[in-house]
């Protein structure tokens, strides 16, 4: 079946930017998620990105999709400390998002 | 503003008791979703449902149940609890189609079996 796999640790300090990677096993997702946690909370969408685009750009951040690879990652510009929570990456599979299989969550601390 | 609400923040149960987690989306959406949520494992489907009486099973659906009655409404079913269904459990809103990976989450309902 599909997996994602995500480090579940990473720390950064204020302004430095913030790099969260993802590898996936399903070649045929159609599309990928990037998925943020604050504390006490549900998940919410920060972004996606289609699986014939190799970057995606929407302001402080940036997608990158190596589809040879199959890695998916999240580059965070000048980190602030409302940065801090967890993110996911997830896969859509060949259902389109019907059915998405998540990673395990990098846990991104921003230190002062 | 649009809310995936679930009834309750903290439940505790004892082993064996019978659970009902519900959840009510109001934006129409078909899909529904429910999902678990432990450290290190990151979100488990455990059922999931695209439309009013349908059901399909995630990842991990042993010791569950789903019923979906009303379109808004999806509820989370635990026959009997037992301590490893502690957890935080997800529930989740979508539409059909290319929008179907904007997943809507609600604030989480974390479970605790004695």
């Known amino acids: 079946g599909e997996d994602v796999e995500q480090s579940l640790f990473l720390s950064v300090r204020e302004g430095d930017s913030s790099v969260i990677n993802c590898t996936y096993t399903d070649s045929s997702s159609t599309y990928l998620y990037w998925y943020k946690q604050e504390p006490g909370a549900g998940l919410q969408l920060l972004t996606y990105i289609f699986s014939n685009m190799d970057m995606k750009q929407d302001q402080r951040l940036t997608v990158l999709l190596n589809k040879k690879d199959k890695h998916l990652s999240l580059r965070i510009a000048d980190t602030q400390t409302g940065d801090s929570a967890i993110y996911f990456c997830a896969e859509s599979g060949t259902g389109g998002g019907n059915k998405l299989t998540f990673g395990t969550g990098t846990q991104l601390k921003v230190e002062l | 503003d649009v809310k995936v609400t679930q009834s309750s923040r903290y439940l505790v149960k004892r082993t064996g008791e019978k659970v009902f987690l519900e959840c009510v989306q109001d934006m129409d959406h078909e899909n529904m979703f429910w999902y678990r949520q432990d450290p290190g494992l990151g979100l488990r489907l455990i059922y999931f449902?695209?439309?009013?009486?349908?059901?399909e099973k995630g990842d991990i659906p042993e010791g569950y149940s789903v019923s979906r009655e009303k379109k808004e409404r999806f509820s989370l079913i635990l026959e009997s609890a037992s301590t490893n269904q502690t957890s935080m459990y997800l529930c989740a809103s979508s539409r059909l189609g290319d929008r179907a990976g904007e997943l809507f989450f609600g604030e989480g309902s974390r479970l605790t079996v004695l």
């Open positions: 449902s695209y439309d009013v009486k349908m059901k």
